[in-house]
């Protein structure tokens, strides 16, 4: 296959899949089952809730596919540029900010709803991918299984090199494994997407998540945020052909 559009036509007819059996097929046998949404989830909106509620509303193993860009201060705080009263350093501050107790807790949420073998593609910076994240991953079934490189193109902080990266992991519930679930194989680990933050500091690119989610669900599979913040993921799904739940403290 040469293009996601070819390996998306494979995964809806396995006939036209000449890797159909191997780990690099485009055919996906893993389906989520039927989900009875309750009254107070609306698909493709922008709910204004606490992610931990939102979550609590789902029904076990019933997600493929989740994001979560946590809300944290750790290049803030712990590098302390003293940066909060100018710029995109106001604007952060100015978000309810996550402890580690919360994106745990988050996590654990995610890791309940997630269907086996379901995807969560977490992001974090610099200063937490080398710290580690394992802790948020305590008390699940999650194995971490890849990550991508975001190159934003665009100066971030820093005392010495200047952040212009952020980094995805990719995260999958247990039983781990790619034949049969993971049907999108010209993804590169690397990529570079303009994102303007004009509107929200933490935007991310909205192509690259639609490709990420198109790689591991169907077309009208739920996808869920449960901390959205610019609602870049709800615009993937809808690029997608994919249906979007989540929310966001701000809505």
């Given at each position: 296959m040469s293009s996601i559009e070819d390996q998306t036509i494979a995964a809806a007819d396995p006939s036209m899949d000449p890797l159909a059996g191997t780990v690099y097929?485009?055919?996906?046998?893993?389906?989520?089952?039927?989900?009875?949404?309750?009254?107070?989830?609306?698909?493709?909106?922008?709910?204004?809730?606490?992610?931990?509620?939102?979550?609590?509303?789902?029904?076990?193993?019933?997600?493929?596919?989740?994001?979560?860009d946590p809300q944290y201060r750790g290049v803030l705080e712990k590098l302390s540029y003293g940066n909060e009263g100018e710029?995109?350093?106001?604007?952060?501050?100015?978000?309810?900010?996550?402890?580690?107790?919360v994106i745990a807790q988050l996590v654990r949420g995610i890791d309940r709803v997630l269907i086996p073998s379901g995807h969560l593609f977490?992001?974090?910076?610099?200063?937490?991918?080398?710290?580690?994240?394992?802790?948020?991953?305590?008390?699940?079934?999650?194995?971490?299984?890849?990550?991508?490189?975001?190159?934003?193109?665009?100066?971030?902080?820093?005392?010495r090199t200047r952040r212009r990266a952020e980094y995805c992991i990719v995260l999958q519930k247990q039983p781990r494994k790619a034949k049969g679930v993971w049907t999108i194989h010209n993804i590169p680990d690397v990529a570079q997407e303009s994102v303007s933050q004009r509107d929200h500091p933490h935007a991310k690119p909205i192509e690259l998540q639609g490709k990420l989610l198109a790689a591991v669900s169907h077309e009208g599979d739920y996808v869920i945020d449960p901390a959205a913040g610019s609602f870049s993921v709800l615009q993937a799904a809808l690029d997608?052909?994919?249906?979007?739940?989540?929310?966001?403290?701000n809505g």
């Open positions: 097929s485009a055919r996906r046998t893993v389906k989520a089952p039927p989900l009875e949404l309750p009254e107070a989830l609306k698909p493709n909106t922008r709910l204004k809730m606490d992610g931990k509620k939102f979550l609590s509303l789902l029904p076990e193993c019933t997600i493929p596919v989740a994001f979560l710029n995109r350093g106001r604007r952060r501050a100015a978000l309810e900010q996550m402890t580690e107790t977490l992001w974090v910076d610099k200063f937490h991918l080398c710290q580690g994240v394992k802790g948020w991953l305590d008390g699940t079934s999650l194995d971490i299984v890849d990550m991508l490189t975001w190159d934003k193109g665009t100066f971030g902080m820093g005392y997608q052909r994919r249906t979007f739940l989540g929310c966001d403290l």
